[in-house]
């Protein structure tokens, strides 16, 4: 039996029976592991209240290399009361947890996804727009899965996409693509992609909040492609 001590965010909870949970955790060590939580509905006080999303937790589990390890301590390293007091924040930190916890696969270290997240949980926390951050992360969870979107270059042949002008795009092929290539039914404008390249570099600037919103749905969309994102 291997002791992990790690910090984790917790992606998910499930009653189990009268007295247990499941949680499905994301560590910064080992990333996506299930565990049982022992006791867990009856609010266990070695877990004093810590399984709630969007803090980032220290915990101790044992793992046996099976479907579930069993969580044994939990405690909030980092509180983000600001966050959890907006509707808006914690519905764009629930949406890219769930996310995150469709596209990684169990027992793989995440490291650039783990700080694509706590990235966005932070933000949210000191005040930044969630919506924008939402769609910041999303297109940064997707790089760190190994799906990027491309919103410089077609997809197909290379060739850059002009500045200022709308360009075709296609989720299922990760990017643009040229007319020359046959285009895609899709369309973003430049002002999207723009925010688009700026946000997955790490830039801030100020946006619409349509450009947003295309941006969000877009990076669902790429996410669908490569995980069912309904269970
Ligand atoms: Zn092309």
């Given at each position: 039996?291997r002791r992990i001590e790690s910090e984790a965010l917790?992606?998910?909870?499930?009653?189990?029976?009268?007295?247990?949970?499941?949680?499905?955790l994301l560590t910064e060590t080992d990333g996506k592991l299930?565990c049982?939580?022992?006791?867990?509905?009856?609010?266990?006080?070695?877990?004093?209240?810590?399984?709630?999303?969007?803090?980032t937790m220290h915990v101790a589990i044992d793992d046996?290399g099976?479907?579930?390890s069993?969580l044994?301590e939990a405690?909030?390293e980092?509180?983000?009361?600001?966050?959890?007091?907006?509707?808006?924040?914690?519905?764009?930190?629930?949406?890219?947890?769930?996310?995150?916890?469709?596209?990684f696969?169990v027992r793989t270290p995440e490291p650039q996804g783990w700080t694509?997240l706590v990235?966005?949980?932070?933000?949210?926390?000191?005040?930044?727009?969630?919506?924008?951050?939402?769609?910041?992360?999303?297109?940064?969870?997707?790089?760190?899965?190994?799906?990027?979107?491309?919103?410089?270059?077609?997809?197909?042949?290379?060739?850059?996409?002009?500045?200022?002008?709308?360009?075709?795009?296609?989720?299922?092929?990760?990017?643009?693509?040229?007319?020359?290539?046959?285009?895609?039914?899709?369309?973003?404008?430049?002002?999207?992609?723009?925010?688009?390249?700026?946000?997955?570099?790490?830039?801030?600037?100020?946006?619409?909040?349509?450009?947003?919103?295309?941006?969000?749905?877009?990076?669902?969309?790429?996410?669908?492609?490569?995980?069912?994102?309904?269970?």
């Open positions: 039996m917790l992606l998910r909870s499930i009653e189990l029976g009268e007295t247990d949970l499941v949680v499905t299930a049982i939580v022992r006791g867990g509905r009856r609010g266990s006080h070695r877990l004093g209240g810590a399984l709630e999303p969007f803090h046996r099976r479907d579930l069993t044994r405690r909030i980092r509180v983000r009361g600001r966050l959890v007091s907006t509707l808006e924040g914690v519905e764009a930190a629930g949406a890219c947890l769930r996310w995150a916890r469709h596209l696969p694509t990235a966005l949980l932070d933000a949210i926390d000191e005040g930044a727009p969630p919506r924008r951050e939402l769609a910041a992360a999303a297109l940064c969870l997707l790089t760190d899965a190994g799906y990027g979107l491309d919103f410089e270059r077609c997809v197909r042949c290379g060739k850059p996409c002009p500045h200022g002008r709308p360009a075709a795009i296609d989720t299922v092929r990760g990017g643009l693509v040229c007319q020359a290539c046959g285009g895609a039914r899709r369309v973003i404008g430049s002002d999207a992609r723009l925010l688009a390249y700026a946000l997955q570099n790490g830039e801030r600037p100020e946006a619409s909040t349509d450009d947003v919103e295309i941006l969000v749905a877009l990076a669902e969309d790429a996410m669908a492609v490569h995980a069912d994102l309904a269970s």
